[in-house]
């Protein structure tokens, strides 16, 4: 929202559903070639010391080595209480009319920050929300045509 000026959480939602899911089938297929290539046979009692080794690796080793770089992950996230709050206060003091010429520092540390670009250019001034920028002018300059 601080960079388009619209809410767009369903887009993201939407997003991240399909990362799940295709993330979901590639791990799947993944784990199925892994298991071929060890020398698993379907249906059979007894499996190959490959085959075991893999499940082994599967099943114990790959879930720690994963969850360790989901907790580094985490901390390389710089979106924490602090700065959502500080987001937060930001997008409404925004949305309530006030200025962008009168961001604190911190604040404009933090936007920009989170969002990668330079303040300026933040809350529909960019080319993220080009086609919607167009609409939030088109607005602005209504309201100013009122108060005229």
């Not at 206060?89 to 200025?99: H, I, T």
Request: aromatic share 8%.
């Amino acid at each position: 929202e601080i960079l388009t000026g619209n809410r767009r959480e369903g887009i993201f939602a939407g997003f991240m559903s399909l990362l799940r899911k295709a993330s979901q089938a590639l791990s799947i297929f993944l784990v199925g070639v892994a298991l071929q290539m060890s020398g698993f046979v379907s249906g059979q009692s007894a499996q190959p010391q490959s085959a075991i080794s893999m499940i082994m690796i599967i099943m114990i080793a790959l879930p720690v080595v994963l969850t360790l770089w989901g907790i580094w992950s985490a901390f390389q996230f710089r979106v924490n209480s602090r700065t959502h709050a500080i987001l937060n206060e930001e997008v409404a003091r925004l949305k309530q009319g006030g200025s962008k010429a009168t961001v604190s520092t911190e604040n404009r540390a933090v936007i920009e920050s989170l969002t990668g670009m330079p303040y300026e250019h933040c809350w529909g001034e960019n080319t993220v929300g080009y086609l919607n920028r167009k609409r939030m002018l088109a607005r602005k300059l209504a309201g100013q045509l009122e108060n005229a």
